[in-house]
């Protein structure tokens, strides 16, 4: 199970941390990629870690940084300079394996965690 939590509402230029917690598999066994879905548009990709390779969307690169602590078995979605266009719910899902250059294709992705709702505005 992946549970998505740390979501709410921010003004523009703040901060939120994201969490995606696993229970019954070994986060590091996995590629963990964070996706986010905007009222009225596809589902996109944000971010992606694997064997401490990490990814970027444009949209998000310089302001957004992922992590993971195996401890904890949970991988982390630091937001920082929110902007209102990254007002979505965002998810979290694994992918058993996927060559890195595809990690937004969706179709890699085995197990969706359920959203958590990221709003900015002032």
């Known amino acids: 199970q992946l549970q998505a939590s740390g979501g709410g509402l921010v003004q523009p230029g703040g901060s939120l941390r994201l969490s995606c917690a696993a229970s019954g598999f070994a986060l590091d066994d996995y590629g963990i990629g964070w996706f986010r879905q905007a009222p009225g548009k596809e589902r996109e990709g944000v971010s992606f870690?694997?064997?401490?390779?990490?990814f970027y969307a444009d949209a998000v690169k310089g302001r957004f940084t992922i992590s993971r602590d195996d401890a904890k078995n949970t991988v982390y979605l630091q937001m920082n300079s929110l902007k209102p266009e990254d007002t979505a719910v965002y998810y979290c899902?694994?992918?058993?394996?996927?060559?890195?250059?595809?990690?937004?294709?969706?179709?890699?992705?085995?197990?969706w965690g359920q959203g958590t709702q990221v709003t900015v505005s002032s």
């Open positions: 899902a694994r992918a058993p394996r996927l060559p890195f250059s595809l990690w937004r294709d969706q179709s890699y992705y085995v197990h």
């Open positions: 870690i694997n064997v401490g390779r990490k």
